[in-house]
T-cell receptor, first 114, second 115 residues
Framework: NAGVTQTPKFQVLKTGQSMTLQCAQD?????MSWYRQDPGMGLRLIHY???????DQGEVPNGYNVSRSTTEDFPLRLLSAAPSQTSVYFC?????????????FGQGTRLTVV | ELKVEQNPLFLSMQEGKNYTIYCNYS?????LYWYRQDPGKSLESLFV?????AVKQEGRLMASLDTKARLSTLHITAAVHDLSATYFC???????????????FGKGTKLSVKP
């Protein structure tokens, strides 16, 4: 039972490069989301999706794109990386509505932009 | 807009002592979560509180929720070193698509338990 799987675990990018952070879940959860964690800031919501084909912005969406073509996968794209995007990124999934009683988090991706 | 505030942000305790972490949230939220995070690790779910007056306990940790005061507490009883970690509370936000699972986090409380 893998839960939420994120890849890669570590990544170093140069300013202006693009990359995709992968997130997959095997629990058939409708809801998936991406957070970034910065020291002293807690976790902040970047984008979220309530089902395949449906995505929306969270608190800090600028510089990030997402898509949700399947229930299982929710990739996060950085089109032109900036040093301000150096952070730890967490993907989460959960059920929706009244059945949502727990959010499951991936192991995180530590991204450094130089 | 939902805001979540935790205090204290840093907490240094001696083993055997009791202490409480407070979590205030600014608008109506239908559930409150507590997570633990060890350095370099992901978030581990501790408690989910669903209704006013809810109290949950696991070992030396007890969480409660007062929706009227918009306050949740995480009480630590007779702390031990293994409890050293960062603790986050989070509430669901109606601002981003309703209670579909969007969590708004506090900044975390870094707990250090010293012998």
């Amino acid at each position: 039972n893998a839960g939420v799987t994120q890849t890669p675990k570590f990544q170093v990018l140069k300013t202006g490069q693009s990359m995709t952070l992968q997130c997959a879940q095997d629990m058939n959860h409708e809801y998936m989301s991406w957070y970034r964690q910065d020291p002293g800031m807690g976790l902040r919501l970047i984008h979220y999706s309530v089902g395949a084909g449906i995505t929306d912005q969270g608190e800090v969406p600028n510089g990030y794109n997402v898509s949700r073509s399947t229930t299982e996968d929710f990739p996060l794209r950085l089109l032109s990386a900036a040093p301000s995007q150096t952070s730890v990124y967490f993907c989460a999934s959960s059920r929706t509505g009244p059945m949502n009683t727990e959010a499951f988090f991936g192991q995180g991706t530590r991204l450094t932009v130089v | 807009e939902l805001k979540v505030e935790q205090n204290p942000l840093f907490l240094s305790m001696q083993e055997g002592k009791n202490y409480t972490i407070y979590c205030n949230y600014s608008t109506t939220s239908d559930r409150l979560y507590w997570y633990r995070q060890d350095p370099g690790k992901s978030l581990e779910s501790l408690f989910v509180l669903l209704s006013n007056g809810a109290v949950k306990q696991e070992g030396r940790l007890m969480a409660s929720l007062d929706t009227k005061a918009r306050l949740s507490t995480l009480h630590i009883t007779a702390a031990v070193h293994d409890l050293s970690a960062t603790y986050f509370c989070a509430a669901t936000s109606w601002s981003y698509g309703g209670s579909q699972g969007n969590l708004i986090f506090g900044k975390g409380t870094k707990l250090s338990v010293k012998p």
